[in-house]
């Protein structure tokens, strides 16, 4: 085990009808609020009104600003910054999924800084300051509502990258799993993809001793490989949307990264496909992961043979230890094409024409590589072929 | 699932030397530090030397208080309270396991209260308001470096009772497992065993739904059950310490609570046990916990069968749930034999003479009782029958 640091300050707020405490929550930052959202779709659902209806009880006055898209826009972020900066913002209320929150991240951090808010990205400047942001959560699967990561995208270089720091944690987050009910099948399946990812890139270490958070890991993907079939044919099963939620805050707020290092090497990949052809992140993830583990098992085939056996119940002869990989793999597909997704390049229609440009990206920003590659341009493009 | 509240704000400063920052972190708080530790074994291993020297070395002004005892009592608390108020003390730095934490906790809510720091106590009024509080851990077991609990001992009274509130959190907590390495067996075993009982209690819940939080506690026993062996037979190990020494941490951060209750019953009959006997906690946990399994199991057959299978791994065929379940507690029971711990109540010669007294004390407090049975006087006693 690595020597580590960790806290989990944000307050989760979670189960039924806890979105109504939102005025009285914010009230407590007694600031003057942006409050972002996305689509619209929390105005079709009613929640819209009810945060209104919240936040006008509590006398908190908001500036609005919407139209937060998936994989969301430096664009936006900027005229968020833009708005905090005029108008002495002092607290962010995001409300929907990890677009949203990512945004509101970045508008804090940029609120905050008197640079370009892009700095914060290529150069991985460690962000130390930025306006409190208190979170509605719809969507289970990015895990933002309690990490300390954003990830934007610049539109017009078509780059996707992360940025990073304690203090993007947001202080509240509301989770409410009947919030969850009326979230499409495929982005539900996306959502549990996105939730797995989070903890594959964390187990995948190569830092010896490391038992109590394998089993760890083991124990949140074991819950979702049990509840993500029920959610997808019971949308409105409660118990089943409140265990992937749950899930899906304690996948990335770092607790199952304590004393390990994670690899993020399918991540770094799956983040130059999404940025181009703009698809869903867990629908990059769920082609790359079986790609990357086909390229990646005989470096440490021990760890891949503990995933199969334990976290897909692979049972075959202890012997054979790349057939029980290999196993692993075949039911992680199975499972993932179950759920709707492709688990191929070819079923998303992206066909080899851009792997150079991909692979020469990723390479130029990320040449420290996983834990099992430096993600050379050629370790990028053998895996993106693996992955058609 | 239950709603729920968490946050886990401690930050946890975990690995080899981290011992050697506390200098630096106390001096954050910038304050009169009271240095609580215990009987002195802080002295022969060198600890104090190093922390005296950091403490030093960040010119933070300090008063020492030791004397602390297994079971803490109330009088030194008082003291303690006595000294915060009477030389302005502003951090309080707790060096040892449990109990200097514990009176630590009690000392810091005292020095911030008017009346007398029992009030909390029979009472279980809440702690709103505690000095702030730092830790270096030498004894994995209670898990008060990052929980929300204190357990004090009045002497002349023989109560032993908790307090708790979300302001007892201790700030940050320093956690090297090489400061356990000179912890000798049985309080190595017992540690062990404490650990596991911040997690049985929480398991045993009557509520349904909690895939995630079951299989999150199932992962921190197997943990430790696969561990503690291994600490006993090398007490130098340190990966193998390192994971029992953050399993303590995680048994009792409320992270395995959310969206459970959980059931206390064998902790409570315990305190009644180590207030007359002075015994060590888990020396009586060990003792309890099969008796309050074969007294309970009934109410709740499933989960002691998914107990006995997950946990204890037993393979007998499903349609004897009852031998299961016997055979699980078995295990457990042979488990913590093997640890050097006794199973029974005669073993550490305690005879039915004082059960009624305890049973009726125990029954006056907490007759509100756990998950399967009101705690009504012959409850208790059946229970430690069962135990003799």
Known sequence: MENFEFSSPTKIIFGKGTEERIGKEVSLYNSKVLFLYGSGSIKRTGLYDR????????????VELSGVQPNPRLSLVEK???????QGIGFILAVG???VIDSAKAIGAGACYDGAVWDFFPAAKLVTECLPIGVVLTIPAAGSEASQFAVITREHTQEKLPMQGEALRPRFAILNPELTFTLPPYQTACGCVDIMGHVIERYFTTVPNVDLT???????????????????TEPQNYAARAEIMWAGTLAHNDLLSTGRIGDWSSHRIEHELSAIYDITHAAGLAVIYPAWMKY???????????????????????????????EGIRRMESFFKDLGLAVRLTEL???????????EKCAAFWSSGGNYHKLEKQVVKDILELAL
Chains 1, 2 share one sequence.
Not at 80 to 86: D, E, N, P, V, Y
Not at 303 to 326: H, K, N, T, Y
Request: overall charge positive; aromatic content about 10%.
């Open 97 to 99: 999924g990890g677009s």
């Open 80 to 86: 968020g910054i833009s708005i905090c900066k005029k």
């Open 349 to 359: 229609d992206i066909s080899s024409e851009r792997f150079d440009e991909m692979a």
């Open 51 to 62: 945060i209104v209806a919240s936040l006008k009880a509590w006398r908190v006055d908001f």
């Open 296 to 326: 990646s098992f005989k470096k440490d085939t021990k760890r891949f043979v503990q995933f199969a056996v334990r976290v897909w119940g692979v049972d075959l002869p202890f012997e054979s230890e790349e057939r029980i990989v290999l």
């Open 214 to 232: 394998d089993r760890l890991c083991e124990a949140v993907l074991r819950t979702v490989i049990t509840n993500a079939p029920i959610v997808l």
